[in-house]
């Protein structure tokens, strides 16, 4: 059996119903698929950005624990004089850095926040430095040269500043959590719409294209003999 020439499919296969219903629908797709993958995009960075914004805040919450962990170890050991008191202040100090150092990177897109976080280390390193003072002068002089030293910790506060400086960076970090989460409405809002318009842009296309075949299909036969129609 011989195969079909070109002339062939292109008689039977190729018509200009198919190819106006075919090519029309195509192009409505292929803009459909576009404009969806670059919303779809857009919102996946936002999203992303959004998730980023709560790491940064749930990080210097984190951090603030962790001071606030050590501090009580230091308390506790002061106080009482038994080193089991200073299981929180170590255990704090081991988790410490890692938090750190993930803040650092975290913010390190954002010049104003890399600034906030400089100075918070230097307060976090004051503070440190303060409770492990405290801790040696107890263990090396005995408990009125650590409460001394513990009074005059209280005096500089450190702790508050560390707290203000923190309270800065999760406002800065809030503000953009508004501004960012703004853009994922949005853009979702976007995707719903190319959804729309796409599926009004098939919609009208096809209309058109049915509307269009039907004219030529009548248009065709008015111009066929009246013998050529009966038959």
């Known amino acids: 059996m011989a195969l079909p020439t070109w002339a062939e499919i292109r008689k039977r296969w190729l018509t200009r119903a198919l190819v106006l219903r075919s090519v029309p629908v195509g192009v409505v797709i292929l803009a459909g698929v576009i404009a969806t993958t670059w919303t779809h995009s857009l919102l996946d960075d936002h999203r992303d950005l959004v998730v980023h914004t709560y790491r940064v805040i749930d ?20 106080i009482s004089g038994e080193r089991r008191f200073l299981d929180p202040y170590e255990k704090a100090l081991d988790r410490m850095e890692p938090i750190r150092t993930q803040l650092r990177q975290l913010i390190s897109d954002n010049p104003s926040q890399i600034a906030r976080t400089d100075h918070l280390s230097l307060l976090v390193d004051r503070k440190l430095a303060e409770l492990a003072e405290s801790v040696t002068l107890y263990e090396q002089v005995g408990f009125p040269a650590a409460q001394k030293q513990s009074v005059a910790m209280m005096e500089r506060a450190t702790m508050d500043e560390i707290r203000r400086v923190i309270g800065d960076i ?10 960012r989460d703004a853009l994922v409405d949005r853009d979702e809002n976007r995707v719903r719409l190319v959804a729309i318009l796409i599926a009004l842009a098939s919609l009208v296309v096809r209309t058109g294209v049915e509307f269009h075949l039907a004219r030529w299909e009548r248009k065709k036969r008015l111009t066929l003999p009246p013998a050529s129609v009966a038959r």
């Open 170 to 179: 999760t406002e800065t970090e809030k503000a953009l959590l508004a501004t």
């Open 59 to 78: 990080n210097t919450k984190d951090l603030l624990i962790a001071l606030d962990d050590a501090e009580t170890g230091e308390r506790g050991f002061l």
